[in-house]
Antibody, heavy 115, light 109 residues
Framework: EVQLVESGGGLVQPGESLRLSCAVSGIPDRNWMHWVRQAPGKGLVWVSRISSDGGITNYADSVKGRFTISRDNAKDTLFLQMNSLRVDDTAVYYC?????????WGQGTLVSVSS | QTVVTQEPSLTVSPGGTVTLTCASS?????????PSWLQQKPGQAPRALIY???NKHSWTPARFSGSLLGDKAALTLSGVQPEDEADYYCLLFYGGPWVFGGGTKLTVL
C-alpha cells in the first residue's frame, strides 16, 4: 500500500522558516518527488520537484530562492525547507510521488503564515 | 509567466458525457507536455486520473479518458456518475517545472 505522510506544518510569522517532511512507503519505484500546495479555497499550485537521486531540482518562480527541496533516500523521506515565508505562502502542502507527473499523494500539512 | 487555462465550471446530467479542456499560453498542447488530469473532491487530497495524455492509472475508472483535441488536452467523462462531481485539474510539463490549470468545477445535475 502506498503511503505518503506529511508533517511539519504550523503557524509562523512572516519572514520565519519552516521545514516540511514527507515519509514515503510503498511506491513501486524510487522516482521523482513533488511538492504541491493549495491556498484555502484556491486551486492546486505546483511548487517543486526532485529527481530520484536528488541531483536535479526544479522550482516554481514564486518560491525560487526561498524554498529548497531535498530527500533522504536511506530514510525514504522528502523535505521542503521554506525560508522567508510570506503571507501568500499560506496553504496546504502536499507531497506527491511521480509517475509521469504527480501520481501518489499524501493528505497534506497546513502552513499558516500570519502576524 | 506560463498560464494553463481550463473551463471554470461545467454542468452535466447523470449518464451524460462531458469534455474538459486544457490550453497553454505557450501554444498548442502536445504529448511533449505530458498532460495529466487529477480529480479533487471537497476536503480530500487530489487523485491522479490520467498521465501522458491518455494513460490511466490502475485505479482510474474506465469512464475517464484523455486525449488531445485540436490544440488542447482534453478529459472526457462518459456515463457520468453522481460521484464524479468534483474539481478537475490538468497539469502540463514545461521541461522542468510543471504548471497546473486553474481547475474546472464539474457539477452533476
Amino acid at each position: 500500500e502506498v503511503q505518503l505522510v506529511e508533517s511539519g506544518g504550523g503557524l509562523v510569522q512572516p519572514g520565519e522558516s519552516l521545514r516540511l517532511s514527507c515519509a514515503v512507503s510503498g511506491i513501486p519505484d524510487r522516482n521523482w518527488m513533488h511538492w504541491v500546495r493549495q491556498a484555502p479555497g484556491k486551486g492546486l499550485v505546483w511548487v517543486s520537484r526532485i529527481s530520484s537521486d536528488g541531483g536535479i531540482t526544479n522550482y516554481a518562480d514564486s518560491v525560487k530562492g526561498r524554498f529548497t527541496i531535498s530527500r533522504d533516500n536511506a530514510k525514504d523521506t522528502l523535505f521542503l525547507q521554506m525560508n522567508s515565508l510570506r503571507v501568500d505562502d499560506t496553504a496546504v502542502y502536499y507531497c506527491a510521488g511521480d509517475n509521469w507527473g504527480p501520481a501518489y499523494w499524501g493528505q497534506g500539512t497546513l502552513v499558516s503564515v500570519s502576524s | 509567466q506560463t498560464v494553463v487555462t481550463q473551463e471554470p465550471s461545467l454542468t452535466v446530467s447523470p449518464g451524460g458525457t462531458v469534455t474538459l479542456t486544457c490550453a497553454s499560453s505557450t501554444g498548442a498542447v502536445t504529448s511533449d507536455y505530458y498532460p495529466s488530469w487529477l480529480q479533487q473532491k471537497p476536503g480530500q487530497a487530489p487523485r491522479a486520473l490520467i498521465y501522458t495524455t491518455n494513460n490511466k492509472h490502475s485505479w482510474t475508472p474506465a469512464r475517464f479518458s484523455g486525449s488531445l483535441l485540436g490544440d488542447k488536452a482534453a478529459l472526457t467523462l462518459s456515463g457520468v456518475q453522481p460521484e464524479d462531481e468534483a474539481d478537475y485539474y490538468c497539469l502540463l510539463f514545461y521541461g522542468g517545472p510543471w504548471v497546473f490549470g486553474g481547475g474546472t468545477k464539474l457539477t452533476v445535475l
